[in-house]
């Protein structure tokens, strides 16, 4: 089997010698790879995170850098579409993602899903993150076709895609998505493995409150008729306004109150 890695990284460059390390042992106790690449799609860092990899001499390392800063949905797809391997594993580069979890990935792919989740055990973050995530997943469940879905997307941090699911993603050139929606809207033979989602090794986290509204924001517009049915409700709404307002504007010209000429204007 040959996999390709995937990590998408924003100065992350404390952490990237480590989790490609700990990726290779991982990838070579699994037994069923016999080749490998590890593409690091630097997300035009400010640090030397893509000096660093440059500077790798590990085989099958590789660096791309996108030329602005577009999020790592943007960054996953950039390396998914430069991956080679048979299948892809898309995983974080701030060592959250526990590495441990590759064989069992790998097990799920030999068993013919073309889509493999890794989700974590249980969420280990602040009240008001925990809030707004059980939040976030709920509406989207409700608002999207994902009500028969069986992946708890909750709790989904990394994934491994066959190359069928890579080269269908790579399919699709709509820009402003969610990843995440688009794998699951696109269907295919899906599972998972649970495991325990480590501390971040070093470095502060990149998602931020609004980087989080902003994959939401992407996530409705691109997966649900929700933006489609409020501007229709609007429309209908400001046209009996306009409706309303136009037979006011009658009577209240007939009753002797306009100036001529000024209803008929309006109207």
Same mark, same amino acid.
């Given at each position: ?28 106790? *699994? ?14 860092? *400010? #640090? #030397? ?21 577009? $999020? ?24 959250? @993602? ?13 068993? $013919?899903?073309?889509? !493999? ?33 069986? !992946? @708890?997307?909750?709790?989904? #941090? ?22 995440? $929606? ?22 502060? *986290? ?11 924001? #992407?996530?409705?517009?691109?997966? *649900? ?9 609007? $429309? ?12 006011? !504007? !009658? ?17």
């Amino acid at each position: 089997m040959f996999l390709s890695v995937v990590i998408p990284a924003f100065n992350e460059n404390e952490n990237l010698r480590d989790i490609i390390g700990e990726i290779k042992h991982n990838i070579a106790a *699994s037994g069923n790879i016999t080749q490998h690449e590890i593409i690091v799609v630097d997300d035009h860092s *400010s #640090d #030397d995170s893509f000096d660093t990899i440059q500077r790798m001499t590990l085989p099958g390392v590789k660096c791309i850098r996108l030329s602005r800063r577009s $999020g790592s949905h943007v960054a996953l797809r950039a390396g998914i579409r430069a991956a080679k391997g048979d299948a892809v594993l898309c995983i974080s580069a701030d060592g959250q @993602d526990h590495p441990e979890a590759i064989g069992r990935m790998v097990a799920g792919y030999k068993a $013919g899903n073309d889509i !493999i989740w890794a989700l974590r055990k249980k969420r280990q973050e602040g009240f008001s993150a925990m809030l707004f995530a059980n939040f976030f997943y709920n509406i989207l469940k409700s608002v999207t076709d994902q009500e028969e879905n069986t !992946i @708890d997307l909750n709790r989904a #941090d990394f994934f491994m895609l066959s190359h069928k699911a890579a080269d269908a993603v790579n399919a699709c050139n709509e820009r402003n998505t969610s990843l995440f $929606g688009l794998l699951v809207w696109l269907g295919f033979k899906q599972d998972f493995t649970e495991y325990d989602r480590r501390p971040r090794k070093k470095g502060s *986290s990149k998602w931020s409150f609004r980087s989080k509204m902003h994959l939401a924001k #992407d996530w409705i517009i691109a997966f *649900s008729g929700i933006p489609l049915k409020i501007m229709t409700y609007a $429309g209908f709404t400001i046209a009996l306004c306009g409706f309303l307002y136009a037979l006011f !504007i !009658i009577l209240y010209s007939l009753m002797g109150y306009a100036r001529p000429g000024w209803a008929e204007t309006v109207i």
